[in-house]
């Protein structure tokens, strides 16, 4: 698959939003939500296992589909906040980058 841009990307979002009405459902609140849901699916797949175990093929194929389902939701809050992704992460990364912290050494 070729390299879509951010533009192209939300454009297909919107369109395939919209073929089905669904506009009406994406609130920022509903978004979040339906983000959060996501994520816990993203957490499911490593669920009882061992922090050094390998995925399987299918875990990692199941993994990356979680992901994309958590990066549409962030694509469409990011749209109705007239704001990029990588423009998040870059503001974010700068106040990062002047941050510091501290951890506990046990």
């Not at 841009?5 to 454009?11: E, G, H, I, P, R």
């Not at 073929?19 to 490593?46: C, D, M």
């Not at 296992?49 to 875990?59: G, P, T, V």
Request: glycine fraction near 2%.
């Amino acid at each position: 698959m070729a390299d879509l841009d951010y533009s192209q990307v939300m454009q297909e979002l919107r369109d395939f939003r919209d073929q089905r009405g669904w506009g009406k459902y994406h609130t920022l609140p509903a978004l979040a939500r339906a983000l959060s849901v996501e994520v816990a699916e993203v957490n499911e797949i490593f669920l009882w296992q061992d922090n050094r175990k390998n995925l399987s093929a299918k875990q990692t194929t199941n993994l990356k589909l979680e992901m994309a389902d958590a990066l549409t939701y962030l694509y469409y809050m990011c749209d109705q906040l007239g704001v990029t992704p990588n423009e998040l992460v870059q503001q974010k990364h700068e106040i990062n980058v002047h941050r510091h912290w501290q951890f506990d050494q046990d």
